[in-house]
């Protein structure tokens, strides 16, 4: 192992962890500006999430080079605004945040051209590089949510439900009945807690099977991650409630447990009141996650979202009542 491919291991690693910088600090200092605020820190592998009531709890510690954000709306300043007008906010965001990012990994890796040091000469190559490839996927992504494609007919689902329409009236289908042969893996994840909810909200129970065999084998394969978290939360209540399933069950638990467990939110303590009665067989464990979610349930998102959240913890507390 000579000393240049030492020279580019440096570099590259130093170029990972300052480019995740770079990108990192626009996306924090401009999301109050664009309707939106951070739910998800992961600091070098610190993760720190805030739940609706604004309080940042830890969740776990996995060792990374990198710092990265999930930002989401801030649902206060959203309330009374028209959907194509923070539809327009979103995409403002990610190509504000994104070209600053892009700009600071050039001008940076230009700099550090300048001296006559390999690592520091690699650093730039790495930071200039990565910064032509983060513009190409946010421009690939943007203009992808504008064509016609399953990415924008989510986003649409969510902008009525968002502007008050219930879910149950969106009419949504199941991804083999929408005219979108060429939707990705990514694409149908996002879109199945849509159409679960929907599902859900309208009591067709029994289509249900179809769609989570249908998006199962992504789920499992991509691993519980920030895009991801809502497919899983899904799937364990899927099979702690509509079909019973202990060993499926407790497979997403497990995956989900460093997570779930941590969550204050309605909709984690409902899942884990169905888990509770259902799998672990613990009535009075269960009674304890519906009083929880009940309690928590004004401070989770709004409209129609938060009166489905409602009839699911009402169900909750009835099987609880109805088990024997």
Known sequence: MGPDFLHLIAGMTLGIIISSIFFFIPMVCLAPMFYSKIRILDVFGFKLERNYDEKWRFIKYTPKLTVTCLPLWDIKKLEGLPPEQYRDKQNSYIIVSNLIGVVLCIAAGIICYIPNNKIIRYLGIYLCIYAVARFGIMIWTVSRAKKDSLLRYTELAKD????????????????????????????????FPMYFAFLEATRQYELMEEAVNEIEPYVINSGVSSTMMIDYYDMLYYYSRHNINRDKAQMYYNKLRSYIEKDTDANGQRVLGFYALNVMLNKDLAQQYADKALAALDKFSIGSERDLERTMINELFEAIRNES
């Open 160 to 191: 009525k439900i968002r502007s008050g329409i219930p879910i149950e009236l969106l009419d949504l289908k199941s991804c083999s009945e929408l005219p979108y042969p060429n939707a990705t893996k990514a694409e149908k994840a996002l879109y």
